[in-house]
């Protein structure tokens, strides 16, 4: 992590200092349309910040809004809910893999290259009034008072198949990896039922990102203690976010394994909590079960009795605080960057 001085996470309303943050659920969505889930779109800014009151009144104070591009992000209305609330929201950039996206959309004939271009400027600039590759423009042309007030993009996202990393994805993690080191923004991998997290981790590190700064989101969905023991050996972090979907796995489950992985040192300053609850129809808001707030209301609770106060602020708390600092990278003198204060 960063030195304490300088270190800094980018909200949607602007930077702040990683002990401002609180309480964090690492991985939400407060807007999203997928043709994978025709029906479930989070698409009603008044229904969404309903939704996110839910959040603040279980106790959470940051959560990361973790809508990539294209797929129906509201980077206005997240910042407006963020204000009106005091939720501090970091925003996702980069892409889904590619079953999320039609046919035809521009995103999956684009150029590794134009990618990380787009997705830095997320970062750097703030995000293009629309949603797409197709936008990018309108941000080029906005006046330099307006880009200084718009949102930037906190986060970077990737996201793979079940054990396949097709081209489009690897072209997304190339691009995600040129974003990371031009501006030292975390990452957050997309893990279809928690596979091939070593090898996505080995292609980053390929690309020049370090695993202390990735999450690899859903990795409970693979409840294998050893696996993600070994993934926090290198550095990675570990996000938890399957409860309240018991067709895969019970709330029980995860806890057992989510006690064996911190009793172990290393892997306890690793694990991360977030709902991916995701749905319109698991939304109360929209008119769903069980609701955003399902993380602190009825699954912090249980992890609080099963590992005690320390351990769970530090899922809470610390772990994720230190994976969303920005990584300052350096000169390693032969051409290259390196982390300049590598956790």
């Not at 025709?38 to 309903?50: K, N, Q, T, V």
Request: glycine letters at 10%; a negative charge.
């Amino acid at each position: 992590m960063s030195s304490l001085k300088n270190a800094f996470v980018r909200t949607v309303l602007g930077d702040v200092h990683p002990k401002e943050l609180g309480a964090i659920n690492y991985h939400e969505h407060l807007f999203q349309a997928s043709p994978l889930l025709p029906g479930d779109e989070l698409d009603d800014e008044a229904r969404s910040h309903a939704e996110a009151r839910l959040l603040v009144a279980g106790g959470t104070t940051c959560v990361v809004e973790a809508t990539p591009t294209n797929l129906g992000r509201n980077v206005q209305a997240t910042a407006r809910i963020s204000e009106a609330l005091g939720l501090h929201i970091v925003h996702a950039t980069g892409a889904h893999h590619q079953a999320h996206y039609r046919d035809g959309d521009p995103l999956l004939s684009a150029s590794a290259s134009k990618l990380g271009r787009l997705f830095t400027d997320d970062v750097e600039k703030g995000f293009a009034e629309g949603d797409g590759i197709g936008d990018a423009t309108m941000r080029q042309s906005s006046p330099a008072g307006l880009e200084r007030n718009r949102p930037r993009a906190g986060v970077l996202k990737a996201g793979i198949r079940y054990w396949a990393i097709g081209d489009f994805e690897r072209r997304v993690i190339e691009a995600v990896s040129e974003a990371h080191r031009a501006s030292g923004a975390p990452v957050m991998i997309h893990l279809d039922f928690g596979s091939a997290a070593h090898e996505v981790l080995d292609l980053l590190m390929s690309h020049g990102v370090p695993a202390e700064s990735v999450v690899l989101a859903h990795i409970d969905r693979n409840l294998d203690a050893g696996l993600h023991v070994s993934l926090a050996e290198r550095g990675a972090y570990l996000g938890y976010d399957g409860m309240a979907r018991h067709r895969e796995a019970p709330d029980s489950a995860i806890l057992t394994c989510l006690e064996e992985v911190m009793s172990w040192p290393l892997a306890a300053t690793r694990v991360l909590l977030g709902g991916d609850v995701a749905r319109a129809s698991r939304y109360r808001a929209y008119g769903g079960l069980p609701g955003i707030d399902y993380l602190s209301t009825r699954f912090l609770p249980r992890v609080l009795n099963r590992v005690g106060s320390e351990l769970t602020n530090a899922m809470t708390i610390t772990n994720p605080s230190r994976w969303l600092t920005f990584t300052p990278l350096i000169s390693d003198g032969a051409g290259g960057l390196r982390d300049a204060n590598p956790a």
